[in-house]
């Protein structure tokens, strides 16, 4: 049995658990309604719209966004139905299809970003001084750092 967290750290967790949950909450709100457009197509859009060519690997963008299998084939399965993506096989690996960006899609992350970036700024980085900014990102780093290192302990083999 593991030490419960002392006070600091709970309010801080909690605190930090808190900001994530009410700023996704309040963009996504945002997203649907400046731009009729979920959180979730704004994350792929943008993730494809930064890829080289607007195409990735399905496996690679599922890693990307840290989602199931199945939930991203739903979601991309409804993206291709409003034409912002579509599924090409990918000549490598049969097995691993590749998203791709479409036209339609670029012109509707492109609408959708000025406004979206508006909120975030909005949101987040208006009550924060250059110093809080950069001590935020640092700590997200250490953090992702940790989580990685964890990660690959936790695949390496042991003897």
């Keep these: 049995m593991s030490d419960w967290l002392d006070e600091d750290e709970q309010r801080t967790w909690r605190s930090v658990l808190r900001m994530h949950a009410q700023l996704t909450a309040a963009l996504a709100q945002a997203l649907k309604t400046d731009s009729d457009m979920s959180i979730s197509d ?19 963008l599922r890693s990307e966004l840290q989602w199931e299998k199945s939930r991203l084939a739903h979601h991309i399965r409804r993206m291709e139905q409003r034409g912002y ?19 339609t899609g670029l012109e509707v992350i492109r609408a959708a970003a000025p406004t979206h970036v508006a909120r975030v700024r909005e949101l987040f980085f208006s009550s924060l001084t250059p110093a809080q900014v950069l001590a935020v990102r640092e700590a997200a780093d250490t953090v992702l ?5 964890h990660a690959a302990d936790e695949t390496t083999p042991r003897n």
């Design 85 to 103: 993506v579509r599924r090409d096989a990918c000549t490598d690996d049969l097995r691993a299809p590749l998203v791709c960006l479409t036209k």
């Design 145 to 149: 750092a940790n989580i990685a290192r």
């Design 42 to 60: 704004y994350e792929v859009l943008a993730i494809l719209s930064e890829a080289p060519d607007g195409v990735l690997r399905a496996r690679d």
